[in-house]
Nanobody, 127 residues
Framework: VQLQASGGGLVQAGDSLRLSCVVSGRPISSYLMAWFRQAPGREQEFVAAVTWTTSSQYYADFAKGRFTISRDNAKNQVYLQMNSLKPEDTAVYYC?????????????????????WGQGTQVTVSS
């Protein structure tokens, strides 16, 4: 299974970006899909997740009201719409997949708790 995130870039504060994650090798319809991020010198940080059972969405506090996660099982893709971006959103964003029903959102290495994750995409927000 391979996950490839894309859509990052350099934007100004207040701008929007839409990240995409293409999954190959397995249908994502039976996977919880999540986004994480990691800024230089900082730990991995859960951003958002959408379950495969009920399509329930989970968000980190900093993402609520600004970010929206969605999935398109037919295209085997998951998206992260990010609005009102702030400089503190600057990080590498990773998508991940797991067969669990609920997301792992914390811990010393939460991304490693997922079955699959891929290369990230850099998001840089200038002030």
């Amino acid at each position: 299974v391979q996950l490839q995130a894309s859509g990052g870039g350099l934007v100004q504060a207040g701008d929007s970006l839409r990240l995409s994650c293409v999954v190959s090798g397995r249908p994502i319809s039976s996977y919880l899909m999540a986004w994480f991020r990691q800024a230089p010198g900082r730990e991995q940080e859960f951003v958002a997740a959408v379950t495969w059972t009920t399509s329930s969405q989970y968000y980190a506090d900093f993402a609520k009201g600004r970010f929206t996660i969605s999935r398109d099982n037919a295209k085997n893709q998951v998206y992260l719409q990010m609005n009102s971006l702030k400089p503190e959103d600057t990080a590498v964003y990773y998508c991940a997949a797991d067969r669990a029903e609920l997301p792992v959102v914390a811990g010393p290495d939460p991304l490693n708790e997922y079955d699959y994750w891929g290369q990230g995409t850099q998001v840089t927000v200038s002030s």
